[in-house]
């Protein structure tokens, strides 16, 4: 496995599982870890998602984990067999013929099949095209074999476009932790790991995560928006495109008779924000801004769309820690009718943090300029704020102080354990960078490491960044639209570039305290 397919931030490390998971096997501080955007320093991610999932049994020892592996990987294995098979050739061929029109015709299932599988590879040629992993060969097979069997056991679904995103940041996942050559762990943990993690059953074991996303809550998603037919040949032609995909919907989101999608979008913009940002609320609707235009696609690609390959990870985390957590009176003070069962319930305050994460553009802008900023989302530097705005909202809509103030979100004061653990995470992430690169004959700067650590608990420096990249945005997009020509967006352009070089000269004089 080299650099290029998948980097050594993301790599299996085997001393940390006998330590975190063989020996200790108690896992209080592991959904706490996660939440805090530190899952990743375990690089044991593979299995934290089976214990969050509820794949894994967080109660039951490593022993029973393996005997549940061992019998999803053959349950796998005989639903692919099934699911895979060609019409047998030696039954009638009055019937089952090719060129048969029967209804009970095998073949007839055979092409639609064959058609099924022609819609998932051509989504799985085009995800996640900028990293070299989804371009091998290999690779692309998993992921159409997995989303086939899925979708032949859920024909009422079936396949829809986003379910390879989904599919394809579980494999990374599952990819990058493989277990090879494991020899710095005793012989009893280096032996359960080479079977938790075996690269020999990557298709299954992205398989069966898969699966458990879509089961709590995501494969409602994925039904169809549309419920009434157009009439009339032009309604048809100019609502065809849009019912293709699943965009277009007669019917009020707030009746029950509303698709699971738009009822989540609702219960997002008209209760989640509205009870933390009335202002902002205000304004979408002034604007007459429709939820469900932009906040379909993040939640039915969990804001792979929107975030950054590594951000999408660590947010998907902090999702996953939560399953399970309690949401005490949310269906009477929040959702009212419109609740419905959904178990990655931090999701939804994860999109409305992404909401007010861009306020101040939102606020100044008109239904253009908002839908263009909501559905092309600025980069986000430090994705834990993101993480730590949604969690302060579930504490104060739930806890019912509704008028504390959720910006800016103060770091979590952490148990000593958990300090320690991040503190000896991080120096073994550095000692395990520091000795791939050895062999590579290339140096690595302690000093820039300890500004890394620093750095990560600089809230004052994360807020001067944030600052800077949204006025960034803010004045390109004015720059860029603005009918009068460059006088006004120049001397605007300059002001910025003025303001950026000197928080650049501030954050240097800050960096040159740390050395």
Do not use: A, C
């Given at each position: 496995m080299t650099?290029?397919?998948?980097?050594?931030d993301y790599l299996l490390n085997p001393k940390q599982f006998e330590k975190t998971f063989f020996i200790k096997e108690n896992y209080a501080s592991l959904r706490q870890i996660a939440l805090d955007g530190y899952l990743g320093l375990l690089h044991n991610r593979f299995i934290s998602w089976r214990i969050f999932l509820g794949i894994f049994p967080e109660h039951e020892s490593v022993e029973n984990w393996i005997l549940i592996t061992q019998k999803l990987r053959i349950e796998y294995a005989n639903l692919k067999e099934i699911h895979g098979k060609a019409p047998v050739k030696d039954l009638d061929p009055l019937i089952f013929n090719p060129?048969?029109?029967?209804?009970?015709?095998?073949?007839?299932?055979?092409?639609?099949?064959?058609?099924?599988?022609?819609?998932?590879?051509?989504?799985?040629?085009r995800a996640y095209q900028d990293r070299l992993l989804f371009?091998?060969?290999?690779?692309?097979?998993i992921m159409t074999n997995a989303l086939f069997t899925w979708c032949k056991l859920n024909q009422n679904i079936s396949y829809k476009?986003?379910?390879?995103?989904l599919l394809g940041l579980v494999l990374f996942v599952v990819y990058s932790e493989q277990a090879q050559r494991i020899s710095e762990i005793s012989e009893d943990a280096a032996q359960c790991l080479n079977i938790l993690n075996d690269p020999n059953y990557i298709e299954a074991d992205t398989y069966w995560i898969f699966k458990q996303i879509m089961e709590l809550g995501m494969m409602e998603m994925f039904q169809p928006v549309v419920s009434n037919k157009p009439n009339s040949q032009k309604d048809k032609l100019f609502a065809w495109e849009a019912e293709k995909n699943?965009?277009?919907?007669?019917?009020k989101s707030n009746e029950e008779n509303a698709?699971?999608?738009?009822?989540r979008c609702h219960k997002i913009h008209h209760r989640l924000l509205r009870a933390i940002d009335r202002d902002l609320y205000n304004h979408l609707e002034e604007e007459k801004i429709e939820p469900q235009i932009y906040l379909q696609r993040y939640i039915r690609c969990m804001l792979?769309?929107?975030?950054s390959f590594p951000n999408t990870i660590i947010i998907w985390d902090s999702i996953f820690a939560c399953i399970g957590w309690d949401y005490p009176n949310e269906s009477e003070t929040i959702t009212g009718k419109l609740d419905f069962v959904n178990h990655l319930g931090l999701l939804d305050l994860v999109c409305v943090a992404m909401i007010i994460f861009v306020k101040d553009f939102l606020m100044e802008s008109d239904s253009t300029g908002i839908m263009r900023r909501l559905l092309k989302f600025p980069p986000v530097g430090e994705i834990y704020i993101i993480i730590r705005m949604a969690l302060s909202y579930k504490e104060i809509l739930f806890d019912g102080r509704l008028n504390d103030p959720v910006w800016p979100?103060?770091?979590?004061?952490?148990?000593p354990e958990i300090e320690e653990f991040k503190h000896h995470s991080l120096e073994e992430n550095f000692e395990r960078n520091e000795e791939s690169k050895e062999k590579k004959h290339k140096k690595i700067n302690i000093k820039n490491m300890e500004k890394i650590k620093k750095r990560k608990n600089d809230n004052e420096m994360v807020k001067i960044v944030h600052s800077v990249i949204e006025t960034l945005y803010e004045q390109i997009e004015i720059s860029e639209f603005n009918e009068e020509k460059t006088a006004r967006g120049m001397e605007l352009l300059n002001q910025l570039k003025v303001e950026i070089n000197k928080e650049i000269k501030k954050r240097q004089d800050q960096l040159a305290l740390i050395k």
């Open positions: 650099e290029e397919l998948v980097p050594l060129l048969s029109q029967d209804p009970d015709n095998p073949w007839n299932n055979y092409h639609q099949d064959f058609q099924l599988r022609q819609t998932i590879r051509q989504d799985v040629e371009q091998m060969e290999p690779i692309k097979e476009q986003g379910m390879h995103e699943d965009l277009v919907n007669q019917d698709s699971p999608i738009l009822k792979s769309r929107e975030l979100i103060r770091p979590r004061n952490h148990p």
